[in-house]
């Protein structure tokens, strides 16, 4: 079992940065792969950035490219996405999630662990 929890979200205007962090609980946190997704008032949620056990990200999200990044730090089991040049389409609930069989993917049941989500709103 894996327990993960968000943070770092908030309000930030537009052009500004945001780094939200997910720290995970439990002792695997090596062995999975974890993502980032978002959901935005009205939309399904999407992926938008994953990285492997192994380091590689992968960018699901062509709105997010050039502006986000994900890295992780297995010493302290967290997972961060780093969010720059922000605009009002990123406005969503951001989620980590975890995942140990498949991989990175951008398919949202493959994950087995979610957080609860942080709230990241950008004004205009």
């Known amino acids: 079992q894996v327990q993960l929890v968000e943070s770092g979200g908030g309000l930030v205007q537009a052009g500004d940065s945001l780094r939200l962090s997910c720290a995970a609980s439990?002792?695997?946190?090596?062995?999975?792969?974890m993502g980032w997704f978002r959901q935005a008032p009205g939309k399904e949620r999407e992926a938008v950035l994953c990285?492997?056990?192994?380091?590689?990200?992968?960018n699901y999200a062509d709105s997010v490219k050039g502006r986000f990044t994900i890295s992780r730090d297995n010493a302290q089991s967290t997972v961060y996405l780093q969010m720059n040049s922000l605009g009002p389409e990123d406005t969503a609930v951001y989620y980590c999630a975890a995942d140990y069989n498949f991989g990175c993917s951008p398919y949202a049941p493959r994950y087995d662990f979610w957080g609860q989500g942080t709230q990241v709103t950008v004004s205009s």
């Open positions: 990285i492997s056990r192994l380091g590689e990200s992968t």
């Open positions: 439990g002792r695997t946190f090596s062995r999975y792969a």
